[in-house]
């Protein structure tokens, strides 16, 4: 049981992602307590949810996850079938978080000699628990309501159940008489019914894929009830006509198209299903009609069975991702799952596979736009720092989420002075939460000093990846105000803690996240290291943008950059060659050597000397997995703190980008070994953090997946070539690392503005470009 109080621990949980949805539960599968639970939109719509099997329990023998948002839960119920020591009798949940609720499909299998005449028996219960109330363990008292067909909350919300085949008994009992060697299967949905209306039309769609792929396993299987079947066809049309049915606004109109046409695609998949399953397709005439009318779109049906499971699978994990793109004007949102590694080095396949899922399960949309929430389950929202960030480093997936991701941010850019959020004219925001999710910060939220800095470096680079001038010129009046926002600092940028918020605003905000080197706990206000050069890289930036577009300031900003590194050399440079982590408010330094410097890298504020001196102690500071957050000698040290002492991915990427940036091949290639490791570590889905030891821990509150730990795999790519790229100018760079330290690789599906890089690299760095983007000359540097 979870303490009253504390942060629940997430390290043994399986997570199912498909924002705003997150679906957490132990190994077993079973929602048994905190901080259990299928949540929505931050509210917990499903917290109990378990399952016997004539009255007993099954015991949980295997979990796996299949995609970011699904995973099967494989138990034997030992009382039952043949005597013996080998269980006989199995209980698979195959689960799946769609965007306004989930699917959990039951497979109970016979494999002993006797037929089973069970009772299959589902307890199901809401509490609809606010995720801040989770966290922060505070739900101990709140009364759960049984769940068999709807449940309704004070203030409105509901959820609703619904199983196929009904219940032939009380709840949610079906009375099973199973032969050997055959199976039983039910399907149950659980949908909070008041999201938005975009939403809707994407989990009904995902529905559909998921009866898509019950089909297809039900060929495998060869074992299924025919009225199995059947019940599980209509049920994956009756979401169609839900998709059909679901309302769109005026504002959504380029969505729901998009909607539409990947309804049609999950129409055909079924279909075509039918097809192949000619003994189903003949019960049902009207599935014929339907696959006629498709058969040129798809060669589904033309595959064997076991190539069909594999491909509906496939739909399944992408299906959810697919229907929240919105199209920006730039390259197309689909297009992020089209980026692929195949290198020696298998694990790296596997790691940039996993980051582009868990990043696609985790977009949401903001009106016409998409953006990456931060992560599951406690920040799935929008961010400054963490979905700009992640943007940014998964810019070889596209530009589109970056643009919707500026966008959003931009739509909320303060306006005024307010001390109880923390919001200014210019800058940034921090996150946003709806008014009621009981979180401990203001509901938009404004305390970080980096976004407005890391908001127009974003938008740069986007430029330079190719977002097209139409998108990038209506936001450059918010470029002048975020730069009008830094330069409004008397001397650095710097923080005072928050009345009403967090203690420290860089992307360290724990409370004891800025320390000196024998742990004393840092003064404010502080200026970050860190800060500063994003400060530098932005006034660069956003001169570049202001020159292009004809805006004028360019000089200004030029001018306002280089007094910023003259003045950052002679402040924060520690007797022992390494930039302070901040200074505090007397003005002196916080001399705890701290990965912060990392990000100082590749920015342009350090000159080649100062580049190589930051290149040493970041190697320093590296475990066999990642980049501690400070050197195992401070004062503070702890391998499984926050901020003082373990090792966060993006962290990594960041100072691994840098270190390419500038030329460090081989401090950049043994953080490209240390990601891939952890990446093998964790199952392929680096979390947020994770214990700073040789041998890395789980750090136990992390989530998984957060967005800018899944981006680390795009950024790797970028890394490992050495590109630069600069559409604008018509030009491509690459400069692979060599030796590589994942052997010999090819990357397809790379974009850069409206097309796809496919190169290959050698083990010795020689690259061979396969195909480029119209327009852009690929320059190869060895």
């Known amino acids: 049981m979870q303490d009253q109080g504390r942060q629940p621990y997430l390290h043994e949980h399986i997570t199912c992602v498909a924002a705003p949805t997150t679906w957490l539960s132990g190994p077993s599968g079973a929602l048994a307590a905190d901080p259990d639970g299928l949540y929505v939109e931050d509210r917990r719509v499903l917290a109990r949810f378990t399952v016997t099997v004539a009255g007993h329990v099954p015991v949980p023998i295997g979990a796996r996850r299949i995609g970011a948002a ?8 030992r009382e039952l079938g043949d005597e013996g020591p080998d269980p006989t009798v199995t209980l698979t949940r195959h689960r799946t978080a769609v965007p306004d609720g989930g699917v959990e499909t039951l497979t109970l299998t016979n494999h002993s000699h006797r037929t089973l005449s069970v009772a299959v028996d589902v307890r199901a219960a809401t509490d609809f628990a606010r995720m801040g109330a989770v966290k922060d363990g505070r739900t101990r008292d709140l009364p759960l309501s049984g769940l068999t067909t709807s449940s309704r909350a004070p203030d409105g919300m509901t959820v609703t159940l619904a199983a196929d085949p009904p219940p032939t008994g009380p709840d949610l009992t079906w009375d099973v008489t199973l032969p050997p060697r055959r199976t039983w299967t039910a399907r149950i949905d659980i949908t909070r019914v008041d999201i938005a209306r975009a939403d809707i039309a994407r989990a009904d769609i995902a529905r559909a894929d998921i009866a898509g792929t019950d089909i297809a396993k039900t060929d495998i299987a060869k074992t299924d009830i025919a009225r199995t079947d059947i019940a599980r066809l209509d049920a994956a049309h009756v979401d169609i006509a839900r998709t059909d049915a679901a309302p769109v606004d005026s504002a959504q109109t380029d ?52 190539r069909m499971d594999i491909a509906q699978v496939d739909v399944a994990r992408t299906s959810v991702a697919r229907m929240s793109a919105a199209r920006t004007g730039s390259a197309p949102v689909d297009g992020v799952s089209e980026l692929r590694v195949r290198a020696d080095d298998r694990r790296l396949d596997e790691l940039v596979r996993a980051g582009v899922e868990d990043l696609d399960a985790l977009r949401r949309a903001d009106g016409p736009d998409v953006y990456y929430t931060a992560g599951s389950p406690w920040y799935l929202t929008l961010f400054g720092r963490d979905s700009l960030w992640a943007a940014r480093l998964a810019l070889p997936m ?23 959020t923390d919001e200014e004219p210019g800058k940034i925001l921090h996150e946003v939460r709806p008014p009621d999710a009981s979180y401990h910060l203001p509901p938009v939220y404004y305390g970080t000093v980096d976004a407005t800095a890391l908001w127009v470096s974003t938008l740069a680079d986007a430029w330079r990846w190719g977002l097209p001038p139409s998108e990038v010129e209506p936001l450059l009046s918010n470029v002048e105000r975020a730069l009008d926002w830094l330069a409004g600092h008397d001397g650095f940028i710097a923080y005072r803690a928050s009345a009403k918020g967090l203690t420290n605003h860089g992307w360290k905000d724990s409370g004891d996240g800025v320390q000196h080197a024998d742990g004393r706990i840092a003064e404010g206000p502080l200026a970050l290291s860190e800060v500063q050069a994003y400060a530098y890289r932005a006034a660069l930036d956003g001169a570049a943008l202001l020159d292009v577009f004809g805006r004028g300031g360019g000089d200004r900003w030029r001018a306002w950059a280089a007094d910023l590194a003259e003045r950052f050399r002679k ?47 970041v190697a320093a500071l590296a475990s066999p997995f990642g980049v501690r957050t ?153």
């Open 571 to 617: 402040a924060f440079w520690c007797p022992g060659g390494y930039p302070a982590i901040a200074l505090d408010g007397s003005g002196a330094q916080v001399d705890s050597v701290a990965s912060n410097m990392g990000h100082l890298l590749g920015t342009g504020l350090l000159n080649a000397e100062e580049s190589r001196a930051v290149a040493g102690h």
């Open 398 to 420: 596209g530009t589109a989420v970056a643009a919707g991701t500026l966008r959003a941010l931009a739509r909320r850019q303060g306006t005024r002075h307010d001390p109880d």
């Open 255 to 306: 969505t729901a198209r998009a909607d539409t046409a990947r309804a049609d695609t999950a129409r055909t998949d079924i279909a075509q299903a039918d097809i192949a399953r000619t003994d189903i397709a003949q019960a049902h005439i009207a599935q014929t009609d339907i696959a006629q009318a498709h058969t040129a779109q798809t060669d589904i049906a033309q595959a064997d069975t076991a």
């Open 70 to 77: 699904t995973a099967e839960f494989t138990a034997v119920v």
């Open 630 to 782: 400070v050197a195992p000698g401070s004062g503070g040290y702890n391998p499984l703190s926050y901020h003082l002492g373990s090792v966060w991915p993006h962290d990594t990427a960041i100072a691994l980008v840098g270190l390419a940036r500038d030329g460090h091949r081989a401090e950049a290639a043994a953080l490209v070994r240390a990601l891939v490791a952890a990446g093998e570590r964790f199952g392929f889905r680096l979390p947020e953090l994770y214990g700073g030891d040789d041998a890395p821990t789980p750090y136990p509150a992390a989530c998984r997946p957060q967005a800018w730990s899944a981006a680390a795999g795009p950024a790797l790519l970028t890394a490992l070539l050495g590109l630069d790229v600069d559409v604008p100018a018509g030009r491509v760079t690459i400069s692979p690392l060599w030796p590589s330290p994942v052997g010999g690789y090819r990357i397809r599906g790379l974009r850069i503005g409206s097309g796809a890089l496919d190169v290959s690299v050698t083990a010795d760095g020689a690259a061979t470009v396969h195909s480029a983007p119209a327009g852009l000359t690929v320059q190869k540097v060895q």
